[in-house]
C-alpha cells in the first residue's frame, strides 16, 4: 500500500539552530511532492512543492526541502529557525498516475522553537 | 483575492440534525475536496471533484453527500449527524497535477 511517513511525532529546536522536519514515502514511479504548514486553528498552507528538476527546492517562509529519490525522502529544512515556525507540518505525496489529483498525506510533525 | 471560503467557521448540532457546509473556490480551480481533521489521525479525505459535475469518494465518505454543480461551489451534506463526525472540516482547492492545495480555514463541527 502507497504510504507517507512522518517519524517523528514532534521536533523540538532552538530558536536559531537549524531545523529539519522528515518524510519518507512509500509509492511507485515518480510522484509529486508537497509540504504543508498548519497554524493554530487555521487551514493549511501551501509551503513548497517537487515536481521534476533540481532536487533541493525552496518555498515560502525560507523553508526548503531536498528530494532524494535512492532514500524515497522530502525533508524539509530550514537554516534558522524562529519561534514563529512553531506550527504543525504535513507532507503530502501525489502518486502517478494523476488521473485525480488525489494527496497521500503524513500524519503531520508538530515543530516547537523555543526562544 | 478570497481563495477558499468556508462557511459557517463553527456550528453545534444534536444528534440526528442534517446541515451543509459551503465551500466556494474563486480561483478557476478544477479540483475540490473535503476533508476532515481529528486529534492524532491527520486529514482524511471524505469526497472529491475533478469538475463540475463529477464527484467520487474518498476514505470517509459514510454519513456525507457532496455534489458540484458549478465550477466555484462543492458543499457537503451532513445527512443524519452524530457524534462521531465530530471533528474540523476543512475544503480544499487544486487547478491541476502540478498545483499545490488550497485550504479553506476550517468548519469547527460538534455533534451533542
Known amino acids: 500500500a502507497q504510504s507517507v511517513a512522518q517519524p517523528e511525532d514532534q521536533v523540538n529546536v532552538a530558536e536559531g539552530n537549524p531545523l529539519t522536519v522528515k518524510c519518507t514515502y512509500s509509492?511507485?514511479?515518480?510522484?509529486?511532492l508537497f509540504w504543508y504548514v498548519q497554524y493554530p486553528n487555521r487551514g493549511l498552507q501551501f509551503l513548497l512543492k517537487y515536481i521534476t528538476g533540481d532536487n533541493l527546492v525552496k518555498g515560502s517562509y525560507g523553508f526548503e526541502a531536498e528530494f532524494n529519490k535512492s532514500q524515497t525522502s522530502f525533508h524539509l529544512k530550514k537554516p534558522s529557525a524562529l519561534v514563529s515556525d512553531s506550527a504543525l507540518y504535513f507532507c503530502?505525496?501525489?502518486?502517478?498516475?494523476?488521473?485525480?489529483?488525489?494527496?497521500?498525506w503524513g500524519a503531520g510533525t508538530k515543530l516547537i522553537i523555543k526562544p | 483575492n478570497a481563495g477558499v471560503t468556508q462557511t459557517p467557521k463553527f456550528q453545534v448540532l444534536k444528534t440526528g440534525q442534517s446541515m451543509t457546509l459551503q465551500c466556494a473556490q474563486d480561483?478557476?480551480?478544477?479540483?475540490m475536496s473535503w476533508y476532515r481533521q481529528d486529534p492524532g489521525m491527520g486529514l482524511r479525505l471524505i469526497h472529491y471533484s475533478v469538475g463540475a459535475g463529477i464527484t467520487d469518494q474518498g476514505e470517509v465518505p459514510n454519513g456525507y453527500n457532496v455534489s458540484r454543480s458549478t465550477t466555484e461551489d462543492f458543499p457537503l451534506r451532513l445527512l443524519s449527524a452524530a457524534p462521531s463526525q465530530t471533528s474540523v472540516y476543512f475544503c480544499?482547492?487544486?487547478?491541476?497535477?502540478?498545483?499545490?492545495?488550497?485550504f479553506g480555514s476550517g468548519t469547527r463541527l460538534t455533534v451533542v
Open positions: 509509492v511507485s514511479g515518480n510522484p509529486y
Open positions: 503530502a505525496v501525489r502518486p502517478p498516475p494523476d488521473s485525480n489529483y488525489q494527496l497521500i
Open positions: 480544499a482547492s487544486s487547478p491541476g497535477q502540478f498545483g499545490g492545495y488550497t
Open positions: 480561483m478557476n480551480h478544477e479540483y
